[in-house]
Antibody
Framework: EVQLVESGGGLVQPGRSLKLSCAASGFTFSNYGMHWIRQAPTKGLEWVASISPSGGSTYYRDSVKGRFTISRDNAKSTLYLQMDSLRSEDTATYYC????????????WGQGVMVTVSS | DVVMTQTPPSLSVAIGQSVSISCKSSQSLVYSDGKTYLHWLLQSSGRSPKRLIYQVSNLDSGVPDRFSGTGSQKDFTLKISRVEAKDLGVYYCAQTTHFPLTFGSGTKLEIK
């Protein structure tokens, strides 16, 4: 059974950093691209970042470029999102999601982790 | 960025009725390989999104055939026939043809 479990969220002050993790199991992690998608309270879904199976290619939305870094450790089957210089508008539930190489979209999602940026 | 305009924002329907949700994109979603990467997801209350339909009209495993997707280029529709109570939640369209990947604003389906 495919499982994605996020951790590392919490309350952080503006300008500070936080690192999210997504532990994957039930599939060969190194074969799949992975994504981070967020959802601000009572809002819709917003794609944040993507990483290729090897980790050699990464993509970001403009509003997080230069502040967020997506990475992965295939030996540990874990996806990461390093978030620096956090802003109040980064407050959201962050989901990790697996990329379906055939259907070309997100086929499995984690349960999400809440990040609150506030003083 | 590709803007996905989803309507209506909410729907209230009786069990057994049919509903349609529209999703229009600001650019064609046909990729260079000829495929159209427009998908539909459902987020039930308090839960993470789950996949429903991929590439316009392909039902994901376990999705009942009461759900159907149609459309092309920039204009797409999700139809739910014979709505059941378990169908309630927020439906999102999503495009993965162009970066950044973008979602519609969602349609909340409520049961009367």
């Amino acid at each position: 059974e495919v499982q994605l479990v996020e951790s590392g969220g919490g309350l952080v002050q503006p300008g500070r950093s936080l690192k999210l993790s997504c532990a994957a199991s039930g599939f060969t992690f190194s074969n799949y691209g992975m994504h981070w998608i967020r959802q601000a309270p009572t809002k819709g879904l917003e794609w944040v970042a993507s990483i290729s199976p090897s980790g050699g290619s990464t993509y970001y939305r403009d509003s997080v470029k230069g502040r967020f870094t997506i990475s992965r450790d295939n030996a540990k089957s874990t996806l990461y999102l390093q978030m620096d210089s956090l802003r109040s508008e980064d407050t959201a539930t962050y989901y990790c999601a697996r990329w379906d190489n055939y259907a070309y979209y997100f086929d499995y999602w984690g349960q999400g982790v809440m990040v609150t940026v506030s003083s | 960025d590709v803007v996905m305009t989803q309507t209506p924002p909410s729907l209230s329907v009786a069990i057994g009725q049919s509903v349609s949700i529209s999703c229009k994109s600001s650019q064609s979603l046909v990729y260079s390989d000829g495929k159209t990467y427009l998908h539909w997801l459902l987020q039930s209350s308090g839960r993470s999104p789950k996949r429903l339909i991929y590439q316009v009209s392909n039902l994901d495993s376990g999705v009942p055939d009461r759900f159907s997707g149609t459309g092309s280029q920039k204009d797409f529709t999700l139809k739910i026939s014979r709505v059941e109570a378990k169908d309630l939640g927020v439906y999102y369209c999503a495009q993965t043809t162009h970066f950044p990947l973008t979602f519609g604003s969602g349609t909340k389906l409520e049961i009367k």
